[in-house]
């Protein structure tokens, strides 16, 4: 039997569309995931790989504009956050609503946060979508997820990239994602993007026939006719925000840097006391952790950083 492939898949908000570029550069080698554990956008993609949704979900965040996010949010502010995450939720669990992290098809983790007592929570069980809907709210932006009897956020403020997570699973060799690394000028060695471009062409489920089959039940066709049904109102919601003239950072902008800041540190410290087998540290740092409208480059960085490591990860695989 060889050796178990785990994926630590890290936080990071919109830069955490890596992550796609990275689990299809592992399709594309030929190389299976045995392990998955993720904390905040890291958990989302993480599960709805375990879902078998990711061709889905690539398709939708590549056409994606980041304020139509907030057309999925109800302004809740001063409770305790700025929007609320029911909306989201939702689809998650009419998506989800069959699905148990220990039935999903990849043994999944998603890493939490207490909010009350500050510790770290692991979902290793229990309805994939409420782990999930757990592990993406970000301090201060959406509402915590009361679950069972917790108040639990984004599991990046305590575990930003959970290493040892997935190594207790029973990984053998554990790949590790920070999103959050600040980049340095070095020369590397470039990925033919032809390569690229080929593993990113435009994805259709066809049948038989070879004719692209419409599945309007999905989660992604349910998501982009939300999105129609909410043009009008999403406009003076985005207004409420965004005004045509900023004089400066936003709030959102504020509260990104300030989160990206502290994340860093974390992640150092994590890092150091739990060392990965192969790190991967795609640039992008000149993304915001609400650029979710740069999905396509994101997703490419995330692609050429995996794909540039692949001979390494073979080495350590067969060793």
Known sequence: MGKKLGLALGSGGARGWAHIGVIRALERAGIPIDYIAGASIGAFVGAIYAAGELDELEEFVRDLNWK???????VVFPTCG??????IYELLTE?????????????????????????????????????VRASISIPVIFTPFQYEGRYLGDGG????????VVRDMGADIVVAVNLNHVDLPVAEEQVEETEIEETFQRRQRLNADGEVIEEETNFITRIRRRYQSLQEGIK????????DEPSG???????????????????????????????????????????????????????????????????????
């Open 68 to 74: 139509m996010i907030l057309s999925l949010f109800d």
């Open 82 to 87: 700025l929007l609320d995450g029911n909306k």
């Open 95 to 131: 998506h989800l609503q069959e699905l148990y992290i220990e039935e999903a098809g990849i043994p999944f983790c998603c890493v939490a946060t207490d909010l009350i007592t500050g510790q770290e929570v692991q979902l290793r069980s229990g309805k994939m979508a409420d782990a």
């Open 157 to 164: 403020i305590v575990n930003p990239v959970p290493v040892q």
């Open 236 to 243: 003076e919601k985005i207004s409420q925000w965004f005004p």
């Open 249 to 319: 950072p936003n709030i959102f902008d504020v509260i990104g840097i300030t989160l990206n800041v502290l994340e860093q540190r974390i992640t150092q410290s994590i890092l150091t006391q739990y060392p990965p087998d192969l790190l991967l540290q795609p640039k992008l740092s000149q993304y915001s952790i609400f650029d979710f409208h740069e999905a396509d480059a994101i997703i490419r960085e995330g692609y050429r950083q995996m794909r540039r490591a692949i001979p390494e990860l073979c080495k350590k695989l067969e060793s």
